[in-house]
């Protein structure tokens, strides 16, 4: 069992920058590829970026790719999301997810199906 807890969503300014974290507990973080989705009011959640156990490997949706950096501690059970130039639109509810199966492929880190354990979200509102 992994239990995941995120934090740092807040009220930011389009153009401005939060750090999300996710903080796991319970079974050896480091053995699961990590990975952050987004679900915007009246809409499907949708898959943000990943990570493969190592941090060697990152994956981003077009979307955010070149604004938002996903990196992991495995010394601290953390895995993070940097975002920059936020925009009205990145507006969502951001939860992390973990994957073990070991596959580190598009699909896999992509569909909502194949991760094992899901935080509760946290809240991230960029204003216009």
Not at 20 to 30: D, E, V
Not at 64 to 84: E, P, W
């Amino acid at each position: 069992q992994v239990q995941l807890v995120e934090s740092g969503g807040g009220l930011v300014q389009a153009g401005g920058s939060l750090r999300l974290s996710c903080a796991a507990s319970g079974r050896t973080f480091s053995s699961y590829a990590m990975g952050w989705f987004r679900q915007a009011p009246g809409k499907e959640r949708e898959f943000v970026a990943a990570i493969n156990w190592s941090g060697s490997m990152t994956y981003y949706a077009d979307s955010v790719k070149g604004r938002f950096t996903i990196s992991r501690d495995n010394a601290k059970n953390t895995v993070y999301l940097q975002m920059n130039s936020l925009k009205p639109e990145d507006t969502a509810v951001y939860s992390c997810a973990a994957e073990g199966s070991g596959l580190f492929s598009i699909a896999t880190m992509t569909s909502q199906a194949g991760y094992d354990y899901w935080g509760q979200g946290t809240q991230v509102t960029v204003s216009s």
